[in-house]
C-alpha cells in the first residue's frame, strides 16, 4: 500500500519562547520540521509527506524541505485539526493511491524508523488506526475543582500516546468528516465514529520536544552522540 503522512507544524511554538514557528526551531543546526520529515521518508515506508505550515510561512517552510523528494507544503489552519483537516485534504492530489496515512507531530522529529514501520506495518495488516504507547511511569492522582485529590489511579492499564498515528485513509476521513470541534488527538476522533483502535509499542526517542528544556534535553543527546566513538 502507498503511505502518505501528514505533519501539522502551523503553531507559533509559544511555550518555547523562541519567537520562531515551532516546527522551525533548529536542534544542533537542523530545524526540528526536517528531521522529522527526513525521518518519515527515511524509514522505508512513506512516499510522501504533507507539511501543513503556518500560512505567511508556506515558501520559507517549502524552502527548507526543499532537499527532500516528495515533501509537499500546505497552508495549514489556526487550530491543529484544522492543518491535519487541511493536509488531509491534499492527498486527494499529491498521492492519490495512499491507502495508508500517518500524522505525525513534527516535534517528535527523533522518532526511530522502526517505530513508523510498526505504525505502519499494523495498519497495512489491516487494523483501521495505530497508536504508539508507551506505560504510564508516573503516579496519577484524580483531584477535585479545589485541587484537592479524590483517588489514586491505577496506573497499570494507562499509556500515553506518542506519534505517527496511522490510519486506513478512509477511516480517517470519515473521523474528520464527522468532528465539529478542536481535537489534539486524531486516534480520539476515530474512537468517536466507533472505529478501533490497537497500539504497538513506543520509543522513548519519540518525545515531542514542547518548552525549552525538551530543546536543551535533544540539544545534550545529540552532542553526546556525535562525540560517542563510532
Known sequence: MSVVALVPAAGRGVRLGLGTPKALVPVKGESLLLRAVRGLLGSGCVQHVVVASPPDQVEVVAAELATLPNAHVVPGGAERTDSVRLALSAVAEVAPEARVVLVHDAARCFTPATMIRDVVSAVEAGAPAVIPVLPVTDTIKKVDDSGTVVETVDRAPLRAVQTPQGFNIDVL???????????????????????????????????????????????????????SPK
Do not use: C, M, N
Open 173 to 227: 476521513r470519515q473521523a474528520y468528516a464527522a468532528a465539529g470541534d478542536i481535537a489534539t488527538d486524531d486516534a480520539g476522533l476515530v474512537e468517536r465514529v466507533g472505529g478501533k483502535v490497537r497500539t504497538v509499542d513506543g520509543h522513548p526517542d519519540a518525545l515531542k520536544i514542547t518548552t525549552a528544556f525538551d530543546l536543551a534535553v535533544a540539544e545534550a543527546v545529540l552532542a553526546t552522540e556525535e562525540s
